[in-house]
């Protein structure tokens, strides 16, 4: 690939309607939906290639038989300090800590774009309150351990600890942030 850049990646891709192929961990998973939105935002058509797993992908855009790839860092970064492929931006609203010579997106072009991934701890509906602040105290006690913190790190997670509620709103809020794409782009989870 040619580009070094996301402006040049758009370019590219709205000179070539279709002719760039994108692999993701599979349908329906945040890469596939990553690249639908960054699609959708910057108004390019490039090619879904779905693979049962990020590495597979990985392969193949070493490879070279795809051009383009969101991923998480953890799997993407080793390639590209290994010059292995090429990393144009972070999805993230603010610069990762972790390759922070790469823009972002939002500062390559896409004003409005933040995509990230999250992890949190789930109970079933109905858990007792008593339950939830338990285990909530017992996460957030472990999550300030210096040790904790340094192996989340090392896997390119970011400790956050919010509240229950305030985790359960952003759940309710993400969930229907992506139904709308999924809607808007006919995505399919297979």
Sequence with gaps: ?????????????KEKPGALNYGSGG?????????????QMAG???????????PAAITDLVGGQLQVMFTVGPAGLPQIKAGRIRGLAVST??????????????????????VFGWNGVLVTAGTPRPVIEKLHSLFISAMKDPEVRKRMADFGFE???????????????DIARWAKLVKETGAKVE
């Design 1 to 13: 690939m040619p580009v070094k850049s996301v402006a040049e990646l758009i370019k590219l891709a």
């Design 27 to 39: 349908s329906g998973t945040p890469p596939h939906l990553a690249t639908e939105l960054f699609k």
């Design 44 to 54: 390019v058509q490039m090619v879904h290639v779905p693979y049962k797993t990020i």
């Design 93 to 114: 609203a603010k610069r990762s800590a972790f390759a922070p010579e790469l823009p972002t997106v939002a500062e390559s072009g896409l004003p409005d774009y933040d």
């Design 159 to 173: 400790p956050i600890g919010n509240s229950p509620e305030d985790f359960g709103s952003f759940v309710k809020e």
